[in-house]
């Protein structure tokens, strides 16, 4: 659960966004800018976290003032093997070592419900870890190292499916669904599409992130809706809104079906007047967006 070290909503100095040109960065990055807050985005153009000489570039980059939210990750839709693994371990590794010698007001760590595996139906921020991917374990991994900078307070975002305009992940879902549907007229279904998912609009999880900020929280908060639909559902909302007859057709499946539901209720104490996109205004306003792109 998190705690709010702010008293009351408070702009900060300056956010460093370190995997700001990612797509949920973007998300992010836009909505501070949108808040009027000074924000520094940061890629792997201007910090290579994988090498050494990224903690001495981003220990003079940084601030006693700032806040840092940490979003960088080479993700599984681009590669799952060990030396991706290991990557994304020096990725934090690296910042800890900066984050050492050059102490910051705050710390956002963008983590993953991959923590929790695929075998837990229900999942509160009460629920033992157990993740069953290479994936799950990096980002747990990356948790218990942060976990050592225990004069920074950390807020730590276990977030579910994320899905919007200008996502280029092709995970199994929205994201996949609509470029299928654009490319080919067609959605995939594995089986009859029957496992129940929750999925989170990116901006929608851009203003978590912002509130997060303002009220400085430390602590474990799960990112997610509290609202999980089927696959074949997904499937539905997007082709109704596409022009054009759109194919859903079954698949065989190679994997038993699972479902996942998230408790929300910790996140809505965190922040009462939050008001999330369900899927389908998800959907819509991913639509307006590519039109509008």
Sequence with gaps: MLNHLNCASEKPNRVVVVGGTGFLGKCVVKKLIEENVKVM???????????QSSVDLLRKMLKTSDTVMFLSAITPDKSRDITAF???????????????NAEVAHLIYFSSDAVYGQTQSLISEDTPV???????????????????????????????A???????HTSYGPNRFLKSSLVN????????GEELRDHIYGD??????????????????????????SFKRVAELVAGKLNGPI?????????????????????????????LNDLENGLRLTQ???QEN
């Design 86 to 100: 290991l990557k994304n371990i020096f990725m934090v590794k690296h910042l800890c070592e900066a984050l050492k």
């Design 185 to 192: 007229k067609r959605i995939d279904l594995f089986g009859c």
């Design 130 to 160: 157990a993740p069953q991917d290479l994936y799950g374990v990096m980002h747990l991994s990356r948790e218990l190292m942060l976990s050592e900078l225990t004069n920074i307070p950390t807020a730590i975002l276990r977030i579910t």
């Design 288 to 290: 307006i967006h590519k």
């Design 162 to 168: 994320v899905y919007g305009a200008g996502d280029t």
């Design 41 to 51: 985005s940061l890629g792997s153009k201007e910090v290579d976290l994988v090498s």
């Design 204 to 229: 929608d999880v851009a203003v978590i992130a912002k509130l997060c900020v303002y009220m400085r929280s430390c602590g474990l908060i799960n990112v997610a809706t509290g609202e999980s639909v």
């Design 247 to 275: 194919n859903i057709q079954q698949t065989p499946r190679s994997n038993p079906i699972t479902h996942k539901h998230f408790d929300t209720t910790n996140l809505l104490k965190a922040f009462p007047c939050l008001c």
